[in-house]
């Protein structure tokens, strides 16, 4: 017997509210929203287990949103966002609709305040951001993250991965409000006021609700609230123990004033990442980033999601291109830590953000020789990150860059050189090209030590250059 809910109250928790195919074997009851019931289910066809969600009460409008959300699910990949397998009709209620995803088990994030230290806070509020940024590229917009649609997954690691549960709300950037007239609850919380008050203008780019809501959860992480209309005050009455730059970035997330916000969830990913590895002490300028990159958040935006943002900010008086080359190191010094965890797909991931930051800075001319020497040092490195051909690429990209930038010339011709010995490196098995590349390292790192003789890291490359080449050192080194 079917209640008006749709529900059938009577029977087996252990059963589906409808017949479905034989394969899915339930396997529990997982929880409830405004028009889903979702059951723990095996499927014995590919052998694992899945999560099941059904139209609570199958109308036009309930379809269409689960259809919805299955469309966003199918659009994106990664780890902080649940995968979606399969939609289908029950076999006896073709009015209705189920959608077979990824099983995710753990804590909310709801359960969670006050009880994690800060760096766990910062990795988890990076990992979400990275999803939310992958969502928005795929140009979609949540529209109601909040911590109890964030359940902490532990993937047989010990990393734990916040993951995004129910999309039935997310839409594309130009629609995104329409969810509060078709009367599905957000969780006003912590939505962003322009999602509340349909009164307030709605001018400005969608996806800023979802930096918001991050914002939002970062903030219920430290003080166990939600934003008030004092964010600032609260953070400094409840969380005495969050530091200074982490509360100034969490404001920046929840302004009331969208413009005023952090402009792009990779932006955030970025900012939470390098406030993670300004613990390096040989890496001074990384403090500075975070601030920098508040104030300017417009003008970075505008680069990293070709998207052009007005600000009011005095952009010439700050070297905001040096932003690039310290966020191109601070990316590839979490690359690195994510490869030492083999968590390669992730280092994948944030490999690609490194080469974007570095290339930018060489678009800039800001990279002097720690930033080029740094990029230098992550394109030649063997760690399975890139495919030869792709490395390839990589360099000779890099080398036409250079050629471009008006640092000094010897610290072109040195960074030169490293490309072009690891080029010849990667065709050892061509003789022609190898011998191509190793002549145009020599001659580029002669040239570098022309100007300085004495520098020993020139006189180095060169040994290193020409024993490759079995030629005899002719006792520099
Ligand atoms: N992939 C999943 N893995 C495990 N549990 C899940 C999953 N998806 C949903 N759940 C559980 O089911 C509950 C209801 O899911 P969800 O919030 O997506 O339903 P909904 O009806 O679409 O929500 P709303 O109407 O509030 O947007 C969740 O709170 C969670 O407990």
Same mark, same amino acid.
């Given at each position: +017997?079917?209640?008006?809910?749709?529900?059938?109250?009577?029977?087996?928790?252990?059963?589906?509210?409808?017949?479905?195919?034989?394969?899915?074997?339930?396997?529990?009851?997982? $929880?409830?929203?405004?028009?889903?019931?979702?059951?723990?289910?095996?499927?014995?066809?590919?052998?694992? +287990?899945?999560?099941?969600?059904?139209?609570?009460?199958?109308?036009?409008?309930?379809?269409?949103?689960?259809?919805?959300?299955?469309?966003?699910?199918?659009?994106?990949?990664?780890?902080?966002?649940?995968?979606?397998?399969?939609? $289908?009709?029950?076999?006896?209620?073709?009015?209705?609709?189920?959608?077979? +995803?990824?099983?995710?088990?753990?804590?909310?994030?709801?359960? *969670?305040?006050?009880?994690?230290?800060?760096? /766990?806070?910062?990795?988890?509020?990076?990992?979400?951001?990275?999803?939310?940024?992958?969502?928005?590229?795929? $140009?979609?917009?949540?529209?109601?993250?909040?911590?109890?649609?964030?359940?902490?997954?532990?993937?047989?690691?010990?990393?734990?991965?916040?993951?995004?549960?129910?999309?039935?709300?997310?839409? /594309?950037?130009?629609?995104?409000?329409?969810?509060?007239?078709?009367?599905?609850?957000?969780?006003?919380?912590?939505?962003?006021?322009?999602?509340?008050?349909?009164?307030?203008?709605?001018?400005?780019?969608?996806?800023?609700?979802?930096?918001?809501?991050?914002?939002?959860? +970062?903030?219920?992480?430290?003080? $166990?609230?939600?934003?008030?209309?004092?964010?600032?005050?609260?953070?400094?009455?409840?969380?005495?123990?969050? &530091?200074?730059?982490?509360?100034?970035?969490?404001?920046?997330?929840?302004?009331?004033? &969208?413009?005023?916000?952090?402009?792009?969830?990779?932006?955030?990913?970025?900012?939470?990442?390098?406030?993670?590895?300004?613990?390096?002490? @040989?890496?001074?300028?990384?403090?500075?980033?975070?601030?920098?990159?508040?104030?300017?958040?417009?003008?970075?935006?505008?680069?990293?999601?070709?998207?052009?943002?007005? /600000?009011?900010?005095?952009?010439?008086?700050?070297?905001?291109?040096?932003? @690039?080359?310290?966020?191109?190191?601070?990316?590839?010094?979490?690359?690195?830590?994510?490869?030492?965890?083999?968590?390669?797909?992730?280092?994948?991931?944030?490999?690609? *953000?490194?080469?974007?930051?570095?290339?930018?800075?060489?678009?800039?001319?800001?990279?002097?020789?720690?930033?080029?020497?740094?990029?230098?040092?992550?394109?030649?490195?063997?760690?399975?990150?890139?495919?030869?051909?792709?490395?390839?690429?990589? *360099?000779?990209?890099?080398?036409?860059?250079?050629?471009?930038?008006?640092?000094?010339?010897?610290?072109?011709?040195?960074?030169?050189?490293?490309?072009?010995?690891?080029?010849?490196?990667?065709?050892?098995?061509?003789?022609?090209?190898?011998?191509?590349?190793?002549?145009?390292?020599?001659?580029?790192?002669?040239?570098?030590?022309?100007?300085? &003789?004495?520098?020993?890291?020139?006189?180095?490359?060169?040994?290193?250059?020409?024993?490759?080449?079995?030629?005899?050192?002719?006792?520099?080194?």
């Amino acid at each position: +017997m079917l209640t008006e809910e749709g529900v059938d109250k009577t029977a087996d928790p252990l059963r589906f509210p409808y017949r479905i195919a034989s394969r899915y074997h339930c396997k529990g009851y997982l $929880g409830s929203g405004g028009s889903g019931l979702v059951f723990k289910a095996w499927d014995d066809l590919l052998q694992r +287990m899945v999560a099941i969600k059904f139209i609570r009460n199958p109308t036009f409008v309930t379809r269409q949103r689960l259809v919805s959300e299955a469309r966003a699910l199918a659009k994106v990949n990664h780890p902080s966002l649940c995968s979606i397998y399969d939609i $289908g009709e029950p076999v006896d209620e073709h009015s209705s609709l189920f959608m077979v +995803m990824e099983l995710i088990e753990g804590a909310r994030l709801s359960e *969670l305040a006050g009880q994690l230290n800060i760096e /766990t806070t910062v990795r988890l509020i990076q990992k979400l951001a990275e999803g939310v940024a992958q969502l928005h590229a795929a $140009g979609l917009v949540h529209n109601d993250i909040n911590p109890t649609n964030v359940i902490i997954k532990h993937n047989n690691s010990d990393e734990p991965i916040p993951t995004l549960i129910d999309l039935s709300v997310a839409d /594309t950037p130009s629609k995104a409000y329409r969810n509060r007239q078709t009367g599905f609850g957000l969780t006003p919380l912590f939505s962003a006021p322009e999602q509340n008050d349909p009164k307030l203008k709605q001018t400005h780019r969608r996806e800023l609700v979802d930096i918001y809501s991050l914002g939002a959860l +970062m903030f219920f992480l430290f003080t $166990g609230q939600a934003p008030t209309s004092n964010p600032e005050q609260q953070l400094n009455e409840h969380a005495a123990q969050c &530091p200074a730059r982490l509360k100034k970035l969490i404001v920046k997330c929840v302004a009331n004033d &969208p413009a005023q916000r952090i402009q792009s969830a990779s932006l955030l990913a970025q900012n939470l990442a390098a406030y993670r590895y300004q613990r390096y002490s @040989w890496f001074p300028v990384t403090a500075l980033v975070i601030t920098i990159t508040i104030l300017f958040t417009a003008t970075i935006a505008a680069f990293s999601d070709n998207n052009s943002i007005a /600000t009011t900010e005095p952009l010439e008086q700050i070297d905001v291109e040096s932003i @690039w080359t310290h966020q191109g190191i601070a990316y590839s010094l979490y690359t690195k830590e994510l490869l030492r965890q083999n968590r390669l797909r992730e280092a994948r991931q944030q490999a690609n *953000l490194t080469v974007r930051f570095f290339q930018s800075a060489l678009k800039n001319n800001s990279a002097e020789i720690t930033a080029l020497s740094e990029f230098i040092d992550f394109l030649e490195r063997d760690d399975g990150l890139f495919n030869p051909s792709e490395r390839t690429a990589l *360099l000779l990209d890099t080398a036409s860059r250079i050629e471009k930038t008006e640092v000094e010339q010897h610290i072109r011709a040195y960074a030169l050189a490293k490309i072009y010995f690891k080029l010849a490196k990667l065709h050892r098995s061509q003789p022609h090209l190898h011998s191509r590349w190793r002549e145009r390292a020599l001659s580029a790192v002669s040239s570098a030590l022309e100007q300085h &003789p004495n520098s020993q890291r020139y006189q180095q490359l060169r040994c290193i250059i020409k024993a490759e080449n079995q030629q005899s050192s002719g006792g520099t080194c």
